[in-house]
């Protein structure tokens, strides 16, 4: 199963450990974000767009959609990427872990107020 892991790109460190979890389980996760060198916004706008697109093209394939909302995000990239995985024709499972941060959260298919849930849930 192909998963898309989301959430705010400052919480990468974190979020890799629960790519590598998924992927000891058997997920095939895509999510080329979390392996970028930069910290933030500090490249240039050409590279900005063709790695936005490149995200959306992962979110195309995926047969799975996590959102991770336990930080706080003001930049809302992780936003834009559950409304184009929730519009397009695909009714695949949205998994959301963290609290419901806005009325598109509350669309989730499985609720879990932590990682350690999540991994109860997959043994």
């Known amino acids: 199963m192909k998963v898309y892991l989301a959430g705010k790109y400052t919480s990468k460190a974190r979020l890799k ?8 389980k058997g997920y095939t996760v895509v999510c080329t974000w979390m392996d970028q060198k ?4 500090e490249i240039d706008r050409t590279r ?4 936005a697109h490149s995200d959306l093209t992962e979110i195309k394939g995926v047969d799975m959609f996590i959102l ?3 930080d706080e995000s003001p930049t809302g990239g992780r936003e834009v990427e559950l409304g184009y995985f929730l519009a397009s024709p695909m009714n695949k499972p949205f998994w959301r872990v963290g609290p419901i941060r806005n009325i598109f959260h509350s669309m ?10 999540v991994r109860r849930k997959l043994r």
């Open 17 to 24: 450990r629960e790519r590598k979890h998924l992927r000891g």
């Open 38 to 41: 930069e910290s933030g916004y």
């Open 48 to 51: 900005m767009e063709d790695e």
């Open 68 to 70: 991770d909302t336990l």
């Open 108 to 117: 989730a298919d499985m609720e879990f107020e932590s990682w350690d849930e």
